[in-house]
């Protein structure tokens, strides 16, 4: 598969921004033993060079349609893997030298996916909206699908079996003794200002309560509404949350009275065009 | 450069395009245009062979990966509809475009120039800029209070995006011309 190579490679050493750079440990494919490794993320492209400051990469990962998650066999190191879905398709393990590296590592991965900062503009563009007073009446509000913990889908362009990876971490998180699972928790390290940061990757790690919503199927590219038996009102943020963002952005917030009639009235309006829809079709 | 490329056929298979479709294709350094299925995802531009002008094979045959690029609208006396894409570090190698309209064209090219990383995070710090402004917070405490992505050279960033928004004077794309503008209201 042909790829333009040259530009990547200038790509990888230019001024454009660095989302983290390290040393990290990786496991050969044919050699089985770790090698270390210059490791060097911009955006969703992940490099790595024989060392830091050398002029040409020694390989590219495309963090699209993988998943990061701990490591089952090397349990007792910091050891985790970017893992990609499909026969003979490989798992990246790479090996940190201490927990908070680790799930550094772990944390700037999951969140290198293009999907996380489309969901950023998408909030940024709502609370700009909000502070402009214009309702928005013409769309849904809206939450990403989750996937089942605690691997975590980078790029949620595929969804391959969410299933297999949570029985698989179960196993070993009990096992493991020297590291915990950095996606357990679910907030993101506070600032210097005490804030936490906007978090939709928070979206993404989720202790799923509904698993009857597992269907293997790839989650949608534009998010869709919820279609439980419940309605869900998720809240944008307010100005109150940018100073003190909460992780979970879609905590109910007080709302007034016309935007929860407006959003009732649409859901309400959509499930009677359903129903009329397959009454239509027969049953 | 070893690259995941396993790893990306399969992807290939199942991607959710945001854009596709067909044109035909001219990469630098080669003289005739291929016929090809265009997929565009996030930042990456799959193309697949055809046959008889629907995709032939499931798994893509090559991939772009669209940052530091910029699209062009060229001239090329065989076709009428015709744009470049070129890449910053290597300027003379064009690739090459060819489409059924000025629509489709024109279309492809705000498509991939809104497609690269770069674009999506200064659109953000645009975005951050116009909240703190909106809140009559100046620019510079949008961008300290903003620790989502923690990039190791945030201030130099600011700069470049500076230049990055000269640079895309040139760009034909409307979605370009537009944040310019806004960033120029909102800068200080």
Partial sequence: MRLNERNLVSYATCNSPVDKEGYLMKKGEINKGFQKRWFVLKGNLLFYFEKKGDREPVGLIILEGCTVELSPEFSDTFTFGISFQGPGCRTYVLQAESQEEMESWMKAITSAGYEYMKLMVAELNRQLEELNRIPDASSLEVIPKRSSAPAVAVGSLIDFGGENN??????????????????????????????????PASEFLSKSKDRSDSAPIAPPRKPRAVTTSEFHVPMPLTSNDISRPKTDVYLKRPRTFLEMHEEFGRQIQSRIHRSMHSSASGS | MRFNEKELRYVSRKISADREGRLAHKPPRENGYKERWFKLMNNLLFYYRTDHGVMSETEACGILVLEKCRTQI??????????????????????????????????????????????????????????????????????????????????????????????????PSEIGRKDIGEALLVDL
């Fill in chain 1, 166 to 199: 949570q029985a698989a971490a179960s196993n070993y998180e009990t096992a493991s003794a020297k590291r915990f699972n950095p996606f357990n928790q679910e907030l993101s390290p506070v600032d210097e200002f005490g804030a936490r940061p906007f978090n």
């Fill in chain 2, 74 to 171: 060229e001239v090329d006396g065989n076709s009428l509809f015709v744009f470049s894409i070129v890449f910053e570090d290597d300027r003379d190698k064009k690739h090459m475009f060819s489409g059924q309209n000025e629509n489709q064209i024109r279309e492809w090219m705000d498509a991939i120039n809104r497609a690269s990383f770069d674009h999506l995070r200064s659109k953000i710090q645009v975005l951050r800029s116009q909240i703190a402004q909106r809140r009559g917070k100046g620019p510079a405490l949008a961008l300290s209070e903003q620790q989502v992505r923690p990039s190791m050279q945030e201030t130099k960033e600011h700069h470049r995006i500076r230049q990055d928004k000269h640079f895309s004077l040139f760009f």
